[in-house]
């Protein structure tokens, strides 16, 4: 198979692939074998295509498998996170009820379903801090662990699509690196909830004390805060991934478009997982049993997929930049 970055490779196959269907054409064979060479050159003209390249360049790169183990530590990673980040929450807000409520809000917003009576925990059981001490070690272990375990499949996965060789760093600083990239996830979440709560005090000081009727304002300004601020998240997301854990150069144009449709990829994913965990379920006992868990996982996997369907859209327009003005000049 040809290197999907090779297009001039690529080219030269659908050339041979047409002069073989000129040369059968002329030599008057049958049906049977022209509906073959027919084929064969309609498909390697499709592989040159930037549509194909990006698929075939994912597939080459064994980009399914990539996404399957990386949706496997994600999973385990969400679950201890869960668990360790609301039992400091709830130490450290207490019983207030409408921050929690805010918290569970903006969680289901990314992670659609995962806290409720059919999710993997309710809210009451998370915020519980009873016992706290030896679950909360636990799970701060385990989410650490399994975190840096998905970080580290993505980065293998988007490195192997540019064709970049394994991080021959020191062990210590990728993890290191690794952990201040989840940090740092974490502190944009918690930003997240502080901007939805200072618009919301705001918009109500403004309606209580000044007397303003502000209901058309405060519905604008929640639509823009449900769809920005979770866009704008998921660029940055995708930024950190692509950059800072694997590692990566690209131009920065490529990067932060790639950014971008790693964010709306996400965003539509977020906005279809209620059908995708709906549909689950169904009649068979077993399935419907684990439908959460196995909805979670889809949906982990999905994820996984459109971050490496970018990283491969990425490499070939690096990889045509680089054609295009050389490496120093594409770098830019």
């Given at each position: 198979?040809?290197?999907?970055?090779?297009?001039?490779?690529?080219?030269?196959?659908?050339?041979?692939?047409?002069?073989?269907?000129?040369?059968?054409?002329?030599?008057?064979?049958?049906?049977?074998?022209?509906?073959?060479?027919?084929?064969?050159?309609?498909?390697?003209?499709?592989?040159?295509?930037?549509?194909?390249?990006?698929?075939?360049?994912?597939?080459?790169?064994?980009?399914?498998?990539?996404?399957?183990?990386?949706?496997?530590?994600?999973?385990?990673?969400?679950?201890?996170?869960?668990?360790?980040?609301?039992?400091?929450?709830?130490?450290?807000?207490?019983?207030?009820?409408?921050?929690?409520?805010?918290?569970?809000?903006?969680?289901?917003?990314?992670?659609?379903?995962?806290?409720?009576?059919?999710?993997?925990?309710?809210?009451?059981?998370?915020?519980?801090?009873?016992?706290?001490?030896?679950?909360?070690?636990?799970?701060?272990?385990?989410?650490?662990?399994?975190?840096?375990?998905?970080?580290?499949?993505?980065?293998?996965?988007?490195?192997?699509?540019?064709?970049?060789?394994?991080?021959?760093?020191?062990v210590v600083v990728v993890k290191t690196r690794d952990l201040g990239v989840m940090l740092l996830l974490g502190t944009m979440?918690?930003?997240?909830?502080?901007?939805?709560?200072?618009?919301?005090?705001?918009?109500?000081?403004?309606?209580?004390?000044?007397?303003?009727?502000?209901?058309?304002?405060?519905?604008?300004?929640?639509?823009?805060?449900?769809?920005?601020?979770?866009?704008?998240?998921?660029?940055?997301?995708?930024?950190?991934?692509?950059?800072?854990?694997?590692?990566?150069?690209?131009?920065?144009?490529?990067?932060?478009?790639?950014?971008?449709?790693?964010?709306?990829?996400?965003?539509?994913?977020?906005?279809?997982?209620?059908?995708?965990?709906?549909?689950?379920?169904?009649?068979?006992?077993?399935?419907?049993?684990?439908?959460?868990?196995?909805?979670?996982?889809?949906?982990?996997?999905?994820?996984?997929?459109?971050?490496?369907?970018?990283?491969?859209?990425?490499?070939?327009?690096?990889?045509?930049?680089?054609?295009?003005?050389?490496?120093?000049?594409?770098?830019?």
């Amino acid at each position: 198979m040809v290197n999907p970055l090779d297009l001039e490779g690529l080219r030269r196959r659908e050339v041979k692939a047409r002069r073989a269907w000129g040369h059968a054409r002329r030599e008057g064979r049958g049906r049977a074998s022209m509906f073959g060479l027919t084929l064969f050159w309609g498909l390697t003209r499709l592989d040159t295509t930037r549509g194909m390249r990006i698929l075939n360049l994912f597939l080459f790169h064994y980009g399914t498998v990539m996404a399957a183990g990386a949706a496997y530590m994600m999973f385990f990673s969400v679950s201890a996170a869960l668990v360790a980040g609301f039992s400091v929450a709830g130490l450290v807000i207490g019983g207030d009820q409408e921050l929690q409520d805010t918290i569970v809000a903006l969680t289901n917003d990314a992670l659609p379903g995962v806290i409720g009576e059919d999710g993997l925990a309710t809210q009451e059981q998370l915020f519980d801090t009873e016992g706290f001490g030896l679950t909360l070690v636990v799970s701060l272990l385990v989410a650490a662990v399994a975190s840096l375990s998905w970080i580290n499949g993505l980065r293998s996965g988007i490195r192997s699509i540019f064709d970049r060789p394994l991080m021959d760093e020191n062990v210590v600083v990728v993890k290191t690196r690794d952990l201040g990239v989840m940090l740092l996830l974490g502190t944009m979440l918690l930003a997240a909830t502080a901007t939805s709560l200072i618009s919301e005090s705001v918009l109500d000081f403004s309606e209580g004390v000044l007397g303003w009727n502000l209901n058309v304002l405060q519905g604008l300004v929640g639509t823009v805060i449900t769809l920005a601020v979770p866009l704008i998240l998921d660029v940055l997301v995708a930024v950190l991934i692509f950059r800072v854990a694997s590692r990566v150069v690209m131009p920065v144009s490529v990067l932060w478009r790639a950014a971008l449709l790693a964010a709306v990829g996400s965003s539509v994913l977020r906005h279809l997982s209620t059908f995708l965990l709906s549909g689950v379920e169904g009649g068979n006992l077993i399935v419907s049993s684990f439908a959460t868990v196995l909805g979670f996982f889809i949906y982990f996997f999905l994820l996984s997929l459109i971050y490496l369907l970018c990283a491969s859209w990425a490499a070939l327009a690096t990889d045509a930049r680089s054609r295009r003005l050389g490496p120093v000049a594409a770098a830019r």
